[in-house]
């Protein structure tokens, strides 16, 4: 990908539930790829999205940290 520049396709292909994280992780790497999620059995999904949910919380956690805070904020300003 480095010898090709910007002329090259990539496809990255996981499971279903890593797709969304996946595909954050790949652009903030300057990949210009495609993600592709295979099908993921129907009993691992509860676990598999929470795992998920948690992990791109603590990937960006400054981002979350300063949403909660402002959303803290808001409502106790609004209940003086």
Not at 7 to 26: E, K
Not at 44 to 73: D, I
């Amino acid at each position: 990908m480095d010898e090709r520049g910007t002329g090259y396709r990539c496809a990255i292909v996981t499971n279903g539930f890593h797709a969304f994280r996946t595909a954050i992780i790949a652009r903030s790497m300057g990949i210009d790829a495609h993600v592709l999620g295979s099908p993921t059995a129907s009993y691992f999904r509860p676990s598999a999205t929470m795992r998920e949910f948690a992990a791109v919380v603590l990937h960006h956690r400054w981002v979350h940290l300063a949403v909660c805070l402002f959303l803290a904020l808001t409502c106790w300003l609004i209940l003086l």
